[in-house]
């Protein structure tokens, strides 16, 4: 097997997909900053509070993405050491299942079916609980009446997709545990330009619809997660002979264990997140819009790098299930050896960036203006961001769910330390010294993780392999 070559096949169709989901964040955010009826940075503050509430309910529940991936992947390795399809590193090119007899197709059967089950059932419970979802959330958001009217009015509307959107996530680890980054690429991309293109066409009233404003945004997403939804329902039949009356076989002990780390995990993650956009709403609708903006360019590095670890993730995972340490030690070098690429290459384009960034996302020219002091942080991000992002998949891959967990409850400790301890010492004495303290601990946070995970990685990862 040429493992550059297998790390590519499955890395540029997942950075391909991934770069359309910051461009749809980024469209939003435009749609709604060239939209009349109100000021522009509260329009981009409804959006991000917005999607900052789905962040908070979405993000507990990316373990159906992860842990789906990794026990996939591992299934997938057990049946290549077991000389089926795949064995000399051919993804199944017949598409339909030829391992039915050997028992591993309802064994992969069953991970989605237990997955999708869960999802689709946690996302009819947040559309009952929407109301009070809401008032919570409230609680703790300190905005604006303006933004939280809109983020409210947004919310309501796209909430309807969360059994769809769940369900994308549990599709998606397991087309990529599977080896197969072309399935989730496309669902990507169907997903994600039809969101923009419905988000433009129904806030705008092009094509002779109506104009919905600012709810025609929400209204798109929502309708894009269930065609996304279809697709992938209909892709997981045809290609791998998925059933939803066929329940399939898998270890249920396995799959809530590993689960309920993820979701740890995952509570951690989101702390870090919505504690940023929490504190940056502290400081008004113009430094809102500007964390906001810096934070949709931070993460589109890590979508960037996601395909990487993507990559890491479906072969770390299918060596550790073969029960091979060469290739799991091969994919650790490489899969950081693209990382770095990518790193290098975005600290470039972050360099030469400037003031053309904040342009493409609003023509408030006072927001743009706020913007150009914080853009040397954009330089940090990919070195920091890139050990942390690239092991996040090695890890995922190998089911190390304890260490994924403990790292990003860590790091979400270091993360409000710096934040408060910054407070005590008086560095957030004006609004823009406070971003910039804010900042900071968001990349103490990244550095705590990166640091975690390289140290534990021999223990963690290759006990996958010594213990079967």
Partial sequence: MNLHREILRLAVPSILANI??????????????????????????????????????????????????????QAYGRACAQGGPGAHGDAFPDGRWALESSGAHRELVGILWRALRIAFLSGLALIALQWVVVQLAFLMVDCTPEVQALATRYFYIRIWAAPATLSLFAFKGWFIGLQDSVRPMTADLLVNGLNILLSVVLAFGLAGLPAMGFSGVALGTALAQWTGFTYCLVAARRRYGFSVREKGTSSAREFFTLNRDLFLRSVGMIAVYIGFTVISAKYGDLLLAVSAILMKFLMFFSYFTDGFAY??????????????????HSTVRQTFTWGWVMAAFFMLLYGLGGTPIFQLMTDDQAVVEAGQEFLPWLLLMPFIGCPAFVWDGIYAGATASRDLRNSTLLCAVGFFAVWF????????????????????AYFIHLAIRAVYLTVRYKKAIFSGISSR
């Fill in 20 to 73: 359309t989901v910051p461009l749809v964040g980024m469209v939003d955010m435009a749609v709604a900053g060239h939209l009349s009826g109100g000021s522009s940075a509260a329009l981009i503050g409804g959006i991000t509070i917005g999607s900052m509430l789905f962040d908070l309910l979405y993000w507990n529940f990316t373990f159906l993405r992860v842990g789906t991936g990794g026990l996939t992947a």
């Fill in 311 to 328: 990559a890491g993730e479906a072969l770390a995972g299918r060596f550790v299930g073969e029960g091979s340490e060469d290739g799991l």
């Fill in 421 to 440: 301890l910054g407070r005590t010492l008086g560095i957030d004495a004006t609004p823009v010294a406070a971003i910039h303290l804010l900042m900071a």
